[in-house]
């Protein structure tokens, strides 16, 4: 009869750190979790590989409705737009283009992406800074919606609108004073110095700018509804005299994104989940103060809002594999993943959760975990509570739709797989996972350094 022998580990000194506490005790990571949408963690892993992003196509449908009624209850004419920076796996985009909603780019390639997943250019927003003389002319013959971010694209539209003669339908971007510290007047026009009032009355002077909208994106992750209110409130300021003084109904108001998930924002006392205020409680902050700053019934303006991170985060799983467990000269155990912050980009912002893909021992420790790269930034938690992992065993981390599939890294290592579970728990590979020969396609080798000297 034979018996498999325990795994020996020398006794250590160690001084006792719980980490931060809240009311609830210290955060500890214990429930393990075994299956995604019904589909085993393990068979994943054995299918794809370690590591893989996981997304759910039922949470996104889910939580788009979801925003979409409580908005929709609250004020007649609403229109979402899906930003494409959040997560552009063009499988992700379509099942929000299914949903109803329409596309927000910031970039040309953006917008290309949008037009290849079929989205009609009336019904693709152009944010951002960056536009060249062909993205705008294009966004023009599309009557898409272009969003003027500074005085000098203001003036390239208006040369290309007279020498071409087109006719494109533009808002301005407008930045303002929320409450919110630090302020986000990067991009667009002042409301505070008047900048805003002098770029709308110039392209109200144009003959060529039909000017139908006023956006406004003032912040992410925002944890303050009033911030809301207050943009709300100056973008129908903006509206309301455009109105009286030229006789312009404007059409739309954008309220952009910035909706936080319930992720855990690193150095927080609770976690995301008792501290983020629901979409109902942001509806009600801007739909309030559109509805009572008096325009008639035929000139309230339809909403659009840019919701991302909101409306993807908890979609997205990571999955991965323990590469080894150590101790540090401190005596902390380290353990060591087979994904890091190159995988994982929001661990610099999130205290993610991240749990047992199986059963454990009922013996926990503070730990760190850290990424197999080779720099000492790889830190995918400082601090958790968690039972021991052993090489082999396997984790799942919670909440990662949002931008770790568009900020990520090819850097050591090669970017995983993404699947997509679908409505009937049937797994997809959306993007496949990158190989060297992937990796080398636009490289060039000058041909003097093609005779290999060794």
């Not at 925002?222 to 911030?227: C, G, H, N, P, V």
């Not at 008792?274 to 035929?298: C, R, Y």
């Not at 908890?314 to 150590?326: C, F, I, M, R």
Request: a negative charge; hydrophobic letters at 40%; glycine letters at 6%.
């Amino acid at each position: 009869m034979t018996t498999n022998k325990l795994r020996y580990e020398r006794p250590v000194i160690q001084k006792m750190n719980t980490g931060l506490m809240n009311k609830f005790g210290t955060r500890t990571e214990y429930e393990p979790v075994t299956h995604i949408e019904g589909v085993p963690v393990k068979s994943l892993i054995e299918q794809y590989g370690s590591p893989l992003f996981v997304l759910s196509e039922k949470q996104i449908r889910r939580n788009y409705q979801n925003a979409t009624r409580i908005f929709s209850t609250r004020y007649p004419k609403v229109q979402f737009a899906w930003s494409y920076k959040t997560n552009y796996m063009n499988a992700v985009c379509q099942v929000f283009h299914q949903e109803g909603s329409w596309a927000e780019v910031v970039s040309g390639f953006e917008y290309e992406k949008a037009l290849n997943n079929g989205v009609p250019g009336n019904k693709i927003i152009f944010n951002g800074p960056d536009k060249t003389d062909a993205h705008l002319i294009a966004a023009s013959q599309n009557n898409s919606l272009i969003h003027i971010d500074h005085f000098d694209e203001l003036y390239s539209l208006i040369r290309l609108s007279e020498e071409l003669d087109l006719k494109p339908r533009v808002a301005i971007r407008v930045n303002m004073d929320t409450g919110i510290f630090p302020k986000w007047d990067r991009f667009g026009f002042n409301f505070e110095n008047g900048q805003a009032w002098t770029a709308i009355t110039r392209i109200l002077n144009s003959k060529h700018l039909d000017l139908v909208g006023l956006h406004c994106h003032i912040g992410t992750f925002m944890l303050s509804t009033e911030a809301y209110a207050m943009a709300a409130t100056k973008l129908c300021e903006l509206a309301w005299s455009i109105k009286e003084k030229f006789n312009k109904t404007i059409q739309y108001l954008d309220l952009g994104g910035g909706f936080p998930s319930t992720n855990t924002l690193k150095g927080s006392y609770l976690p995301g989940s008792d501290t983020v205020p629901s979409i109902d409680q942001f509806a009600d902050a801007i739909t309030d103060v559109i509805l009572g700053f008096g325009f008639k019934q035929e000139d309230l303006p339809l909403l659009i809002l840019e919701t991302g991170r909101a409306l993807i985060d908890d979609a997205g799983y990571l999955l991965g594999s323990v590469l080894a467990s150590k101790r540090l000269s401190d005596g902390r155990r380290a353990t060591i993943l087979d994904f890091g912050v190159n995988s994982l980009f929001t661990s610099f912002w999130y205290d993610h959760k991240i749990s047992p893909a199986q059963p454990f021992s009922q013996q926990t420790e503070e730990m760190v975990l850290y990424g197999p790269l080779c720099m000492n930034i790889d830190i995918v938690r400082e601090s958790i509570t968690m039972p021991i992992l052993e090489k082999g065993d396997q984790i799942v981390v919670h909440k990662v739709g949002a931008y770790n599939m568009t900020q990520w890294m090819q850097f050591i290592t090669l970017r995983p797989n993404i699947v997509l579970i679908d409505q009937e728990n049937n797994t997809h590979i959306i993007r496949k996972a990158e190989t060297l020969e992937y990796l080398e396609l636009n490289e060039r080798i000058p041909e003097h350094l093609q005779q290999n000297a060794l």
